[in-house]
């Protein structure tokens, strides 16, 4: 069964600061991974997705992720951060097989930016 | 073009009651997936529906049911509540099944409170 694991269920940083929130998966097929934001009282946005193109994938708001096979990870970075940056972000896999594209989630990483 | 609409935004209901939500999907989107997300989780998959067919179902009681009507929106059912099924209840659209060249697109979500 296909999993994604955040390591760290909140994070600070400084305005300005590199953000980095982790996502390790677990999958025996080759997976498709996502990250999505929530914003307090709203729905689910999509960051950035990695399909096997590219190792490094780039997203909206200066956001990007690296793919790396050998560590399992799927970390997100963002080199400098903004405070409307402050929200939750989910890492997700793409189910392997059966007759859905239904995502599995981990859960969760509350982002805080400090002034 | 109009995103993924959900109503009611928020509902109260009472143990044992019955709830039904609404989900328009985005215009041209085939396919609607339901997905619980409780306070402090990542959302958990309930059903997807796909050209009006039931395509995956995930590990929730017969309580809960859906169907997808010939506009491609889409009812989600639940009997009898439980305090349990507090939650945010959210809506995604996509155009297909595909699991990576297809993005899946969320509501803003309906708030349920069992009292």
């Known amino acids: 069964a296909q999993s994604v694991t955040q390591l760290g269920s909140h994070v600070s940083v400084s305005e300005g600061a590199l953000v980095l929130l982790r996502c390790n998966y677990s999958?025996?097929?080759?997976?498709?991974l996502f990250w999505y934001v929530q914003y307090p009282n709203q729905g689910l946005q999509l960051l950035l997705k990695?399909?096997?193109?590219?190792?490094l994938v780039k997203g909206i708001n200066g956001f990007e992720a690296e793919f790396k096979k050998s560590e399992t990870s799927f970390h997100l970075t963002k080199p400098s951060a903004h405070m409307s940056d402050a929200a939750e972000y989910f890492c997700?896999?793409?189910?392997?097989?059966?007759?859905?594209?239904?995502?599995?989630f981990g859960t969760g990483t509350l982002l805080a930016v400090q002034p | 073009d109009a995103g993924v609409t959900q109503s009611p935004t928020h509902l109260i209901k009472t143990r044992g009651q019955h709830v039904t939500l609404r989900c328009s999907p985005i215009?041209?989107?085939?396919?609607v997936s339901w997905y619980q997300q409780v306070l402090g989780q990542g959302p958990q998959f309930i059903f997807q529906?796909?050209?009006?067919?039931?395509?995956g179902r995930g590990n929730f009681p017969d309580r809960f049911s859906a169907r997808q009507f010939p506009n491609y929106s889409s009812e989600l059912n639940v009997n009898a509540l439980l305090l349990g099924d507090s939650a945010l209840y959210l809506c995604?659209?996509?155009?297909?099944?595909?699991?990576?060249?297809?993005?899946?697109?969320f509501g803003q979500g309906t708030r349920l409170t069992v009292v």
């Open positions: 995604a659209s996509s155009k297909s099944l595909s699991r990576g060249n297809t993005e899946a697109f």
């Open positions: 999958s025996s097929v080759p997976p498709y």
């Open positions: 990695y399909t096997s193109a590219a190792t």
């Open positions: 997700a896999v793409s189910e392997e097989g059966g007759a859905t594209n239904k995502l599995i």
């Open positions: 215009s041209g989107h085939k396919s």
């Open positions: 529906y796909y050209e009006k067919e039931e395509r």
